[in-house]
């Protein structure tokens, strides 16, 4: 199986809807631009779905999990063990995103890429077992070449699940101990940003943690430098099954026109190695928060984004995008379900 796919272009938006839903916002019963970025969200929805009137009523989140080689370089407050709990926990309903989804009445979905504490087959999680972790990616790339290949497929499938119950909207999340530490060295691989500007506390490092975490990210960048013009080369080098597989869903998802929330700081990321990959994907993705997660700022400068919220979250599994998956459905209600100044009978401003 090749990766070509990889390269296809994104589905074009549609600017017919995306005008017409201009021209709505205009007569509804409002100053106009009054309701700001909810404004500008459903007309860009709109253009996305290619509908003059969106809706996201059909939302679909994918967890993906993977363990990391890097956690030995003690990068991390947490043990590895805690991502195959989080496994386990996720399939028990019990994560912060098992509840998110639960509120928003989501399909969520949890994709098992491979992890060192093994819960073995659990009802709702499936399986796309690729190694219990990656490597090392000090001293070695983090996947090798059909690792890579596995991990980008999982996020595809995923697409191709959901595009297949008519999905308004994708989610993707990620759980996997010590992942901040590979989406800080892939950020600096593809942002040219220096490590100590853009490693953050993770799950919680003291200052002390984050200057040693500083120095891991800074001596593997510098190892793998070489290849940073790559985007898919570095994605391999060090980032993560999660990552990559989110990287894969985010293509895919652009490619089947589904619109996607993209969550955090490592979520971002795998985003902008996906847009690096596959430029046409970027306007298929919106930006639902800014993590507390020191680097997250200079990804979305990277991607020149203007995320919905910003409530110190710093969780990931796809959690800030959930929360901001609401603002979203009543952006879209809000634009369906107004009045226009005519229906109304309320007077409009002069031409
Ligand atoms: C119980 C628990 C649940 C989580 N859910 C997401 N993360 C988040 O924290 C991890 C990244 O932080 P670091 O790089 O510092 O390890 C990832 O698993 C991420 O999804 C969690 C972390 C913990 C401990
Ligand atoms: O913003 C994130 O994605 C994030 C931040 C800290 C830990 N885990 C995830």
Redesign the pocket.
Known sequence: MSLDWLHTPAQAVNDSARAAALTRQAWLTKPPGALGELETLAVTLAGLQGRECPAVDKINISIFAGDHGIADEK????PQA??GE?VRNFANGG??ISVLARELRAVLEVVHLGTVNDPGPLPGVRRAWIAPRTHNFLHAPAMEPAQLQQALHAGRDSIATASAAGSELFIGG????????AASALACALIDVHPHDITGA??G?DAAGMQHKSQVIAHAVAFHRAYALDPLESLRRLGGFEIAALSGAYIAAAQAGIPILVDGF?SSVAALAAVRINPSCHEWLLFAHCSAERGHLRVLEALQAKPLLDLGMR???GSGAATAASIVRLACALHAGMATFEQAGVTNKEP
């Open positions: 990068v991390s407050a947490f805690v991502t989080m994560a912060a990620e759980m996997g101990i010590a992942n901040t530490t993770g799950t490092l490592i969780l990931g599994e």
